[in-house]
């Protein structure tokens, strides 16, 4: 280990995680991994296809559900070339530059999906509870408005990470936790004043918080709605059009609550469950959410198996 800790030059190069105590069972890990990355990708592409495409799926909850995928797949695509590295090849070797990318990149569609996350509960929220003036209230227009403010929110918040990182000195440490690059993991590695990457690191973070802070009021905003309807079979019929979006935020939201609470109250807690949360994080929700999307929306669900396998839904 002396290689990563003991070196007082300035270092050139970072070097990677895969899991702890399996290095030997890389190769096999990675099968099960480039699955995961191909039904991802071909999973996000095909919801974008067929939104894009199919003139019926032109709705606010399509168009929203079109920026989940698109941030679904930047996830993918952003952590793919150094997790297939460590599984494939065993090459954990990553220079600043390229790492310094990547976080920026993590970060800014991790954001975006948190944002847009919480546009579709809002949209669920107008939806449940003005539905006759729905339409009229998210047009097509308004929502493009929403969803390029939302993707620029997102872009300007992360757009700092990579200089504020450039700015500090590593010298001593160039083992990172995990499978890619992460601000608050790179950080940690500096020999200098990193106050203020921690402070910013904290905003970014805060920010995050609150976006899960505002779902879940209006998902109690939704449930106040739904205990007003007299009739089950109504409260059921409400409640199942907000279920496939309630997945997608207890996927996104899960593995980074969950590691936030490690770090933060069980430093003890073995480093391979700290590195397959993680990797959760990331490989998840882009595989489950065009899933949990396409068998829940029955007009996506009947589209695939009509444009796939030659029938209707």
Not at 229 to 246: D, F, Q, R
Request: with cysteine; aromatic share 10%; glycine share 4%.
């Amino acid at each position: 280990m002396s290689i990563f800790n003991t070196s007082e030059v300035e270092i050139s190069t970072f070097f990677l995680t895969g899991i702890p105590g399996m290095e030997h069972a890389h190769i096999w890990v990675s099968i099960p991994m480039c699955l995961m990355y191909l039904i991802a990708i071909l999973g996000n592409c095909t919801i974008l296809f067929f939104i894009e495409t199919e003139t019926s799926l032109h709705e606010p909850m399509y168009y929203f559900l079109s920026m989940l995928a698109f941030s679904d797949l930047g996830l993918s695509i952003s952590s793919l070339p150094t997790m297939l590295r460590i599984f494939l090849f065993n090459v954990t070797r990553i220079f600043p530059g390229a790492c310094f990318a990547q976080e920026f990149f993590i970060h800014g569609f991790s954001t975006m999906e948190s944002s847009v996350l919480l546009i579709m509960s809002i949209d669920r929220f107008i939806a449940i509870y003005n539905p006759l003036r729905y339409t009229s209230i998210l047009t097509s227009a308004r929502v493009m408005k929403v969803d390029l403010a939302f993707a620029v929110k997102s872009i300007l918040l992360v757009f700092p990470f990579p200089f504020i990182l450039k700015r500090l000195k590593f010298c001593k440490k160039s083992l990172l936790c995990h499978s890619y690059c992460l601000h608050q993991d790179v950080m940690k590695l500096a020999c200098s004043d990193n106050r203020v990457n921690i402070i910013y690191g904290l905003l970014v973070a805060l920010m995050a918080m609150l976006d899960l802070v505002c779902i879940s009021v209006s998902y109690v905003l939704i449930l106040k709605i739904v205990l007003s309807i007299a009739s089950h079979k109504g409260c059921l019929k409400v409640l199942n059009t907000c279920i496939s979006h309630i997945c997608a935020v207890l996927i996104f939201y899960v593995p980074i609550v969950t590691l936030a609470i490690i770090h933060h109250f069980a430093k003890s807690v073995s480093p391979l469950i700290r590195v397959v949360i993680a990797d959760t994080f990331l490989l998840v929700p882009p595989l489950m959410n065009p899933v949990v999307y396409s068998v829940k929306s029955q007009q996506i669900r009947s589209l695939i198996l009509t444009k796939l396998c030659g029938k209707p839904g």
